[in-house]
């Protein structure tokens, strides 16, 4: 038996336009009324955590990196949630409000310009767009970049340039072949009677040894790791 609340099914087009809008803007709404809830209940917990345990900026810089590794979160969604809710201890205030657009928000250092823009967000509102400009018009970027709500950035990664020409020897059902990258092998003779190239016989090489393929030839690079394989090439 169908739940009471469902509604009539729509008999002309015009009435399903206006059923299926009404629909996906109110998920819409919940939706992302339940990420603003998500994210300030996270950072709620994570607060009151740091607090019980002294709000030690050792004990804080060790908490963020093991919850996204357990988590499989990204660090920076959390260390976001805490700042959400240190900025906006209650935010039911505003509750036309997104979380696109509390995030435009956090930079804003001043606790009472902060509240003032969400509250005239809240009430004209104002898309994430029109609170930006808002901001910028307010606050100098260099000021908003400076801010200690604005998220932290992001350790540089250290790129892995491996050494070029170095590559792998690899195996499958017709033999030794070398993997030049770009799903291109140079498959290797199996018979000893093949003409020597460079320091050694291509036969003699073996499964996982690293090589170098030049005009001359394919030559073992004795003293070669995982590191020095390019990346398109780097094997696991």
């Known amino acids: 038996m169908p739940p009471s609340n469902t509604l009539a099914v729509p008999q002309t ?10 629909a996906i ?14 994210y300030h209940e996270t950072g709620r917990l994570i607060r009151e955590h ?15 990196p093991r ?14 949630c805490d700042q959400f809710y240190r900025a906006f201890p209650i935010c039911a205030t505003w509750h036309k409000l997104t979380w696109a657009h509390y995030r435009v928000l956090l930079p804003v250092s001043d606790p009472k310009q902060r509240r003032a823009l969400a509250t005239e967000a809240n009430r004209n509102r104002w898309s994430v767009v029109q609170l930006e400009q808002r901001i910028r018009a307010l606050i100098p970027p260099a000021e908003a970049a400076t801010s200690p709500a604005a998220a932290d ?23 030794l072949a070398v993997d030049l ?7 290797l003779p199996r ?25 001359s030839g394919v030559t073992r690079v004795e003293d070669a790791t995982k590191a020095d394989l390019l990346p398109i090439v780097r094997r696991c």
């Open 13 to 22: 087009y015009a009435a399903l336009r206006k059923a299926v809008e009404v």
């Open 25 to 38: 803007v109110h998920g819409q709404q919940a939706a992302e009324l339940a990420k603003v809830r998500t």
């Open 50 to 64: 740091l607090i019980a345990h002294g709000e030690r900026a050792d004990f804080g810089a060790k908490l963020f």
């Open 67 to 80: 919850l996204a590794v357990d988590l499989k979160i990204d660090r920076s969604v959390l260390q976001r």
């Open 153 to 175: 950035p992001q350790p540089l990664l250290t790129p892995k340039r491996g050494t070029p020409g170095v590559c792998r020897v690899i195996t499958d059902e017709e033999g």
């Open 181 to 187: 990258g770009f799903a291109c092998y140079l498959r």
């Open 191 to 215: 018979s000893t009677s093949h003409r020597a190239i460079a320091d050694a016989p291509i036969s003699s090489l073996a499964l996982n040894d690293f090589v170098k393929v030049t005009k």
